[in-house]
């Protein structure tokens, strides 16, 4: 049963549809420079006030922390992980290659069931209407607003209307924005550790054979692997009872953390990047996933988000029209300028670290050797991690 949904208040100018991490983090930021905002959501007030965890850590930068300070997220996050260090490997690869920053924390991982929960409450904290259980199927041009219709019939209209409603949005299709899909015929298994030996903070990603493993470390002596393989090969792991998958991963892992222990429910992701052929349309905007759905190997998806949020909410300036074309085309120009490189760079590394022939494997193996002996190269890869 859906609530009926009340009118918008009179005024309200911008209608942002989804209540994920970054539709809410943008209903924070506009609300702070002064806009009337509010939210429409499917899922109902409870799923979103505790969201269930899903197994995802989302690995956040600097800049990502900054931003989520001045929206007052991170002050609400129990549990951070510091990510101190990480290393890549390639099968066969004599050493791992290095990548630290003097000390200085490379980044953080944040569970995403913490980060939706924060963003809901300081979205109430700041009594930003969030209308609940109610699905956007329809759009339609207004004058000068855009219309949006829900599955129950309501009507509603505002000046801006942002699309923030996932990878697969519905506002993206309703409003003639194609987008390329690029299905990479893997999934990722999230698989939650417990294992013998410390972390000490360093993140593992390592590119084997068929398959990728990456370990993310936790607080105590537990990690979150991500293990990305074939979709033909889930039906065998999945089979797997949690001893056989521990061992599996602890072997492919060469017993650098010790013997591990399954300590929780696996999850299952089937890994799909997407790429909006536009991040605006007339009275619309894109932002997070509905306008660049991420591959996660470089862990960019959200805190490329959270930066288009940042260019948007600059963008809009209190007092003007919300929906006029100019703020929301410098709007796009910036977050392509910022997304284009990192969209295409992240599938362009998925290809070389997951193609398995014999002469490629070989040409990655000498990649992360000669790296090895270029601490300039090593250095500006870091930078770019730490500054980003
Ligand atoms: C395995 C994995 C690991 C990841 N790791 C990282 C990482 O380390 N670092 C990083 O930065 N990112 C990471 N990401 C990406 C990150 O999780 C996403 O970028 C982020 O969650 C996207 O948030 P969003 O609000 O755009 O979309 P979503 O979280 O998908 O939220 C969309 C919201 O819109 C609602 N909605 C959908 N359709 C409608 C409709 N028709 N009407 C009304 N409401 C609707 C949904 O119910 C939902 O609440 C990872 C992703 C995966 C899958």
Same mark, same amino acid.
């Given at each position: 049963m859906t609530a009926a949904l &009340?009118?918008? &208040?009179?005024?309200?100018? !911008?209608? !942002?549809? *989804?209540?994920g991490p970054a539709g809410l983090a943008l209903a924070c930021a506009l609300?702070?420079? *002064?806009? @009337? #905002?509010?939210?429409?959501?499917q899922a109902d007030a409870d799923t979103l006030a505790a969201p269930a965890d899903d197994g995802r850590e989302i690995a956040l930068t600097h800049r990502s922390r900054r931003v989520l300070e001045g929206l007052g997220l991170w002050q609400r996050f129990t549990e951070v992980s510091p990510l101190r260090r990480a290393s890549v490997r390639s099968s066969g690869s004599r050493v791992p290659l290095p990548f630290d920053s003097d000390g200085q924390d490379l980044g953080w991982l944040v569970p995403n069931h913490? !980060? $939706?929960?924060?963003?809901w409450a300081a979205a109430q904290a700041r009594d930003i209407p969030v209308h609940t259980g109610h699905s956007v199927v329809g759009l339609e041009p207004r004058g000068a607003a855009l219309g949006v219709r829900t599955r129950d019939g309501a009507a509603l209209q505002a000046r801006l209307v942002v699309a923030a409603d996932s990878r697969f949005s519905t506002l993206r299709r309703l409003a003639g924005i194609g987008a390329r899909h690029r299905d990479f015929g893997r999934s990722a298994l999230l698989v939650p550790l417990a294992h013998e030996r410390d972390h000490q903070g360093l993140a593992q990603e390592c590119f084997l054979e068929g398959h990728t493993l990456a370990l993310l470390p936790k607080r105590g002596l537990c990690s979150s692997a991500v293990w990305t393989v074939r979709n033909a090969e889930l039906p065998r792991i999945q089979a797997m009872d949690d001893a056989e998958l521990a061992a599996t991963i602890e072997a492919a892992a060469e017993r650098r953390l010790g013997g591990m222990r #399954? #300590? *929780? &429910?696996?999850?299952i992701y089937p890994l799909v990047a997407v790429w909006a052929e536009r991040f605006v349309a007339p009275r619309l905007a894109l932002i997070g996933d509905a306008a660049v759905g991420m591959h996660p190997v470089t862990a960019h998806g959200y805190n490329l988000g959270l930066y288009g949020i940042e260019a948007?909410? $600059?963008? /809009?300036? @209190?007092?003007?029209?919300?929906?006029?074309p100019a703020p929301l085309q410098a709007y796009e120009a910036e977050h392509r300028r910022a997304a284009g490189p990192l969209y295409a760079g992240t599938n362009a590394l998925v290809r070389f670290f997951t193609d398995d022939r014999p002469p490629v494997l070989a040409l990655r193996r000498a990649v992360i050797? /000669?790296?090895?002996?270029?601490p300039p190269l090593r250095a500006a890869i870091t930078r770019r991690l730490v500054d980003a």
């Amino acid at each position: 049963m859906t609530a009926a949904l &009340p009118a918008l &208040p009179s005024g309200t100018d !911008i209608l !942002i549809c *989804g209540a994920g991490p970054a539709g809410l983090a943008l209903a924070c930021a506009l609300h702070d420079r *002064g806009w @009337p #905002v509010a939210v429409l959501e499917q899922a109902d007030a409870d799923t979103l006030a505790a969201p269930a965890d899903d197994g995802r850590e989302i690995a956040l930068t600097h800049r990502s922390r900054r931003v989520l300070e001045g929206l007052g997220l991170w002050q609400r996050f129990t549990e951070v992980s510091p990510l101190r260090r990480a290393s890549v490997r390639s099968s066969g690869s004599r050493v791992p290659l290095p990548f630290d920053s003097d000390g200085q924390d490379l980044g953080w991982l944040v569970p995403n069931h913490e !980060i $939706r929960a924060a963003a809901w409450a300081a979205a109430q904290a700041r009594d930003i209407p969030v209308h609940t259980g109610h699905s956007v199927v329809g759009l339609e041009p207004r004058g000068a607003a855009l219309g949006v219709r829900t599955r129950d019939g309501a009507a509603l209209q505002a000046r801006l209307v942002v699309a923030a409603d996932s990878r697969f949005s519905t506002l993206r299709r309703l409003a003639g924005i194609g987008a390329r899909h690029r299905d990479f015929g893997r999934s990722a298994l999230l698989v939650p550790l417990a294992h013998e030996r410390d972390h000490q903070g360093l993140a593992q990603e390592c590119f084997l054979e068929g398959h990728t493993l990456a370990l993310l470390p936790k607080r105590g002596l537990c990690s979150s692997a991500v293990w990305t393989v074939r979709n033909a090969e889930l039906p065998r792991i999945q089979a797997m009872d949690d001893a056989e998958l521990a061992a599996t991963i602890e072997a492919a892992a060469e017993r650098r953390l010790g013997g591990m222990r #399954v #300590v *929780g &429910p696996r999850r299952i992701y089937p890994l799909v990047a997407v790429w909006a052929e536009r991040f605006v349309a007339p009275r619309l905007a894109l932002i997070g996933d509905a306008a660049v759905g991420m591959h996660p190997v470089t862990a960019h998806g959200y805190n490329l988000g959270l930066y288009g949020i940042e260019a948007l909410a $600059r963008r /809009l300036q @209190p007092g003007s029209d919300p929906g006029a074309p100019a703020p929301l085309q410098a709007y796009e120009a910036e977050h392509r300028r910022a997304a284009g490189p990192l969209y295409a760079g992240t599938n362009a590394l998925v290809r070389f670290f997951t193609d398995d022939r014999p002469p490629v494997l070989a040409l990655r193996r000498a990649v992360i050797d /000669l790296a090895r002996h270029l601490p300039p190269l090593r250095a500006a890869i870091t930078r770019r991690l730490v500054d980003a």
